[in-house]
Every structure is written in structure tokens, then in C-alpha cells.
């Protein structure tokens, strides 16, 4: 069981989880910190459980995770940022997490659109972000983190799409060194988003992703749409060539077309 003592011990933050609530068991650490964000917690909060009942996934999924196995948390933000520019908040999570695991395992990550990381080509961490506005600006941002970490086997087709650092790389990761290593990542990096310097954030991701210039089905409700992935618009959209035209995606799945 992740502690909060042991997570308190090493952590070398000077805002992201210096109010931390650590639970062994919750429906969701998303549902937790929003409601904490409603009602006036800090910037920084962060929320960790062991097991998730009801854990949010993208689009209105579930996120199943293994008892004890994985990291699944959620912090709190309040950067001061207009309602448009609230979906950098994405890319700050995926570089700050790709920095992270980098470090940790000393192997390369991908990430891919919108809010996934990838390992190998299969996804180990997904992110969910819920934001709340007011007058068009950002009130606050809840940034939901996934991790498979020490699990071993997924469910279904997961079992072909779905990876845990463990899977890759053949020894467990201690859990609670991690999570200090995402803190301390998401808190040097939201010092420099804070300041404005967003350039490296959008570099970095733009450098760990592999989709521009190929094939791509992306695919949002009832839309799919196969083109080539062009680039990312200002607000983070994903802005794919057609034969007849352009479309810019702000949410749906993405998939790289293989060539034979
Ligand atoms: C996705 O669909 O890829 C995003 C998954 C995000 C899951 C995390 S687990 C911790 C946090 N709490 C939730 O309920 N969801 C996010």
C-alpha cells in the first residue's frame, strides 16, 4: 500500500503536493480533487489512491486499474490562463510525466494525441483533464494521471494495446519513488509554465510524438476521418489533411495507419 508518510519523506516540491491525500480505496482520485478544487484547495493538491472503484477515463470510459499495482492520482492546478489556452495544460502533463518516466527507467517514451504516453507503441498512462471556468478564464484544472506500473496482464483487447513499465522492461518499480519523481517533474515544470515559457513544453512534446506526416484514422463519435496528421493548431487541436480539405480535432482517438 502506497503511504502518505513514505511519499512525504523524499518529496523535494515547493508547490505540487505539498497538501497530499492518500487513500487506499476511492471511486475516483478525479472526483476527490475536483470536489477539493470546488471548495478551495490549494494549488498543488494532490489526491493518490491504491485502488480506484470508479476511476474516469477519457470520453466517458472507465479507467480499470489493478489493485495496488499502478499510480493513479490527480493534482490540482490554478495557473492563470484564458479559456483557449487551457489545453497547453495537456502537453505540460505528457512532457512533465515522459520526463519522469524517462529518468526513471532510462528508456525513451512517445506521446501521442491527444493525452497519452507510449511505450514500445502501446499505452502505459493516460491522462484526464476536467476543467472548470469562470468568465473565460481557467478557475481550475484537475490533471488525472493512470500509470500502469507493476501490473502484469490486462483485460481483453487491452492485453494487445495496454503496457505497464514492468512488461517492458522486466522488473517492478517502486511506486512511491516514482511518484516523487512526477511531483518534483510537474513542479519544475509548471514553475516555467507559470512564467510563460510554454515554447519547450510544445517542443518537447512535438519531439516525443511520431504521428506528423503519416496516415491517420481519427475517429470522434459517429466522425472518422483518414488524411495525413499535419501538425497541432494554437489550441492544441490535431489538424489532419484530407483529400478534400483540412480538419482540426479537438478530442477522438488517433490512429496510425500502418503501410505495407
Ligand atoms: C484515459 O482515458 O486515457 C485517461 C485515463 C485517466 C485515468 C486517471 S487514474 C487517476 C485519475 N482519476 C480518475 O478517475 N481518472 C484519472
Same mark, same amino acid.
Given at each position: ?9 523524499? $518529496?523535494?516540491? @515547493? /508547490?505540487? !503536493?505539498?497538501?497530499?491525500? +492518500?487513500?487506499? *480505496? ?111 478564464? $481557467?478557475?481550475? @484544472? /484537475?490533471? !488525472?494521471?493512470?500509470?500502469? +506500473?507493476?501490473? *502484469? ?108
Amino acid at each position: 500500500m502506497i503511504s502518505k508518510q513514505h511519499i512525504v519523506k523524499g $518529496l523535494k516540491t @515547493s /508547490v505540487i !503536493g505539498r497538501k497530499l491525500f +492518500v487513500f487506499e *480505496s476511492i471511486d475516483s482520485t478525479n472526483a476527490c480533487a475536483k470536489t477539493l478544487a470546488e471548495t478551495g484547495t490549494s494549488e498543488g493538491t494532490v489526491v493518490v489512491a491504491d485502488h480506484q472503484t470508479a476511476g474516469r477515463g477519457r470520453l466517458g470510459r472507465t479507467w480499470v486499474s489493478e489493485k495496488g499495482c499502478n499510480l493513479l492520482f490527480s493534482i490540482v492546478l490554478r495557473p492563470s490562463l484564458p479559456k483557449d489556452a487551457s489545453g497547453l495544460l495537456t502537453f505540460f502533463s505528457a512532457v512533465f510525466i515522459a520526463r519522469a518516466l524517462e529518468k526513471m527507467t532510462g528508456h525513451p517514451v512517445e506521446c501521442k494525441w491527444p493525452n497519452d504516453i507510449l511505450i514500445n507503441g502501446k499505452k502505459c498512462c493516460g491522462i484526464l483533464l476536467e476543467n472548470s471556468f469562470s468568465q473565460e478564464k $481557467l478557475d481550475f @484544472s /484537475v490533471v !488525472g494521471i493512470g500509470i500502469n +506500473v507493476n501490473q *502484469s496482464t490486462f483485460e481483453g483487447d487491452l492485453e494487445t494495446r495496454a503496457t505497464s513499465l514492468f512488461r517492458e522492461y522486466k522488473k517492478e518499480f517502486d511506486r512511491t519513488q516514482l511518484l516523487q519523481h512526477l511531483l518534483l517533474e510537474a513542479d519544475t515544470l509548471f514553475s516555467s509554465l507559470k512564467k510563460g515559457k510554454t515554447e519547450t513544453i510544445m517542443t518537447e512534446w512535438n519531439n516525443r510524438c511520431s504521428m506528423f506526416g503519416k496516415p491517420v484514422t481519427v475517429s470522434h463519435g459517429k466522425e472518422v476521418i483518414s488524411g495525413t496528421a499535419v501538425a497541432l493548431s494554437a489550441e492544441g487541436g490535431l489538424i489532419v489533411k484530407t483529400p478534400t480539405g483540412q480538419s482540426t480535432f479537438y478530442a477522438g482517438d488517433v490512429t496510425i495507419v500502418q503501410q505495407e
